[in-house]
């Protein structure tokens, strides 16, 4: 029986816990959700470095007089550098970074319902992982297909098709088995009390993405297998000389790729509903409304694919039911944008990190989603169709959305993982260079689409040369600010002062344990009598 | 909550998940096969003439005998006869290599008559045949993946009854096994009428 | 604290219907696949393939209502779950048909 926790800190903190088995075992053989989660952020944070130098690469690639690429290299760069930040990065990062390490501990639980399971689908990530980077050197070399395998051309080329897509089956299934391990821990692990409408904010983000994680996984699976298939045994069904149809490929590729990109945003935006009310000190506006605007979001932005697909071949009819759908979709998000800045609103705002954060994810999330509109209506979408415009809507919602969400995470909960705090005014010098970096990247984007910039080109007309410029000296900005954020957290992991076990004030139940955790959250579990956002109510402890 | 009901439904709640997934799995080839049949009418109830009729029926009832085996030694279990329960999840194996002979010689007679995919045969039948077949071999090999995988399941289970490491209070894993199984039978259900009952 | 179900409980007994049930609904099965087979062979052309499916449909139902117990299930969110997965394929292929179909 480990040591019980108390407040005093006499407590063995959960990862110098002694459990069933020594040194690295105790890490690879770990069921603890804290752990567990701890093997998810090690691994993403390397894949998340891994894909930020490809594209800096890639920009100084697109710098004149600077090709250190050959077009093949630049086609297995973007393709690269899609595949680990949508399967190995963006898609994973907060359900298994922070729904293992807090999911069970904000509803009062012990742990996640199937911890083995769990652990298996940290296997299950790093195999992935392995066999698409044992793709990209062996045969036949890096895919050079973009993230999306479309085909025919990922039925013709010469590389490692099969060995990649494979690898996206087995990320799949691991995002899958998350997905079943979140529902059902939420629906029978909660505190007594604990009823659905006083979980806090990011469980409901949590469980929302779980359903969509459930639901439009296993369509990736197939089509990931039917690539295969049609690679090795030529059966025919995207050939079009075999009678196949390879518009059909895409409606099945983004009948899951769509609800992902909901997949990597709700549970940011989940997160984003439980820090506004603790840096304003003041009840969510509109609880309910924000709940079930992320199931809105899982299931109408389950209908929209085919908003990828305007002038691939698809039918004008279709084209007119998937926008109207499109457009459907943002009135979910625009109804939780409101509610945090109604939360706000008359507020006592405390200005810390994860607020700024918090604040840039809405004014950057709403950029992308705004120019997602124009991708989404029928007429502009011929135009800025597979142009720089999509690159920079697309990170403006995933990066300026779901990175800033993820960042606003880190230096939330960074304290509780911990036991430490960050060095605060360097972690705002250090996103205000990532903010501004971010625009100067991206920005110019939007521009340089509209005015007719292909995207995954290599190269480009000369009148294009003033805005790419802007773009990588941007990127380099950008990155020399994500540089000084990791240098900061490393730095307050070895170094900081010790952190209490409420730095910000929280009022859910992460913030009553002691920074960091001992391996049994709670030595017992609480009983829950009031909302999670209830600053006035709030008795010292539980 | 019941502490020990409470493990028992999270088991439970959590196979039925899986189970929704693998359906959605299947969904993704009968979305394909939709659309393929929509536009090759003909091709395909050619293709299906091509299919024994009565090999397919056979492993129709086949499974559905096996999903009733494997619910008799649930059931058994429950009432207390695990060595009863044994017989019958030995049973459900039994029919289950049963199904995958039936199914293997219906291959490799394809086989034999130049149906295999990317076959020059195959490739010089009408456009919608070939896709038939691709359909047909894509989702019953799937489907025949999925009734290996059930033995193994059911094999570790049927040696668990044995030992007496499941037991009429702790079923749980059986039950779930189960369930699995007779997701099994279902996609067959439906694989059935859609390859071998094209008229 | 485990969360697995591997610690012994007193005899729950026996949950959903009785053996002999089982065997009634085993015998329904066969008898709708011989049904369904009747039916094909009998060249009904379009509206074979609404009967045949529909007699799949029914044979699924009696799979998961009587040998998956889901007549018999209490907890709220097993019962919702085939609706759901049902009504998602209907919609991806609903979707997918509404371009196929207008091309």
Sequence with gaps: MPEQVTHTGEYVPYFLHKGKYPGALSWLLATDHKRIGLLYMVCIATFFSTAVVIGVIMRINMLPGHAILTPQQYNAAFTLH????????????????????????????????????????????????????????????????????????????????PLAVFAVFILGMSSILTGINIVTTVHQLRAPGMGFFKMPLSVWGFYATAWVQILATPIIGITMLLVVMERLFGIGVF???????????????????HPAVYIMILPAMGVISDIFPVFSRKNIYGYKMIAFSSLAIAS??????????????????????????????????????????????????????????????????????????????????????????????????????????????????????????????????????????????????????????????????????????????????????????????????????????????????????????GHEDFEEIPVITRGPYEFDKKETGV | MNDREDAHAGGRVGIWLFISTEIILFGGLFLLYSM???????????????????????????????????????????????????????????????????????????????????????????KGENLFFGLYYMMTGLHGIHVLVGIGVLSVMLVRVLRGTITPGNPIYLVNSGLYWHLVDMIWIFLFPLFYLIT | MDAHATREMPNAGPQGPGMRSYVLVWGALILLTA??????????????????????????????????????????????????AIATLAIFIGLTFSDVITR
């Design chain 3, 35 to 84: 049904t369904t087979v009747a039916v094909a062979g009998f060249n009904f052309q379009k509206i074979a393939i609404i009967v045949c499916l529909g007699i799949a449909a029914i044979k699924s139902t009696l799979v998961l209502f009587f040998f998956m117990h889901l007549r018999y299930e209490r907890r709220l969110i097993i019962k919702l779950l085939m609706p759901i």
């Design chain 1, 82 to 161: 899609g595949i680990i930040m949508v399967f190995l990065v963006v898609i994973p990062a907060v359900p298994t970074i922070f729904g293992n390490f807090f999911l069970p501990i904000l509803i009062g639980g012990r742990d996640m319902i199937f911890p083995r399971l769990n652990l298996f689908t940290w296997y299950l990530f790093v195999f992935g992982a392995v066999l698409a980077m044992v793709s990209v050197f062996f045969g036949g070399g890096a895919v050079d297909t973009g993230w999306t395998f479309y085909v025919p051309f990922s039925l013709k080329t010469t590389v490692n098709v």
């Design chain 2, 36 to 126: 393929y049949r929509l536009k090759n009418p003909v091709d395909f109830h050619a293709g299906s003439l091509e299919l024994n009729r009565v090999l397919g029926t056979l492993n129709t009832v086949i499974l559905i005998t096996c999903s009733l085996t494997v619910a008799l030694g649930i059931a058994a279990l429950e009432r207390g006869r695990p060595k009863q329960s044994a017989w019958f999840v030995a049973a459900t194996i039994a029919c289950a290599f049963g199904f995958l002979i039936v199914k293997a010689f219906e291959w490799t007679a394809k086989f034999h008559h130049g149906l295999y995919p990317n076959a020059p045969v195959l490739l010089s039948l009408p």
């Design chain 1, 300 to 517: 109408v932005g389950s209908l929209v694919w085919g908003h990828h697909m305007y002038v691939s071949g698809q039918s004008d009819t279709a084209g007119i039911i998937f926008s109207f759908l499109t457009f459907l979709v943002a009135v979910p998000s625009a109804i939780k944008v409101f509610n945090w800045l109604a939360t706000m609103y008359k507020g006592s705002i405390q200005v810390e990190p994860p607020f700024l954060y918090a604040l840039s994810f809405i004014f950057l999330f709403s950029i992308g989603g705004l120019t997602g509109l124009f991708l989404g209506a029928l007429s502009p979408n011929v135009q800025l169709h597979n142009t720089y415009f999509v690159v920079g809507h697309f990170h403006y919602v995933i990066f300026g959305g779901m990175g800033f969400g993820l960042a606003a995470a880190i230096h939330y909960w960074f304290p509780k993982m911990t036991g430490k705090m960050y060095n605060k005014p360097t972690s705002v010098v250090a996103w205000l260079i990532v903010f501004v970096g971010f625009n100067i990247f991206y920005f110019p984007m939007f521009i340089l689409g509209w005015e007719g910039m292909p995207r995954r080109y290599c190269d480009y007309l000369p009148q294009f040369t003033t805005l790419h410029q802007v773009a990588s000296i941007g990127s380099f900005i950008m990155v020399a600010g994500l540089v000084l954020v990791a240098i900061n957290l490393a730095r307050g992991l070895v170094a900081g002062a010790k952190a209490e076990a409420n730095p910000w004030g929280g009022a859910t139940l992460e913030w009553t344990l002691p920074s960091p955790p």
């Design chain 1, 239 to 257: 050939d079009p000389s075999k009678g196949g149809d390879p518009l059909l490929y895409q409606h099945l590729f983004w009948i899951y790729s």
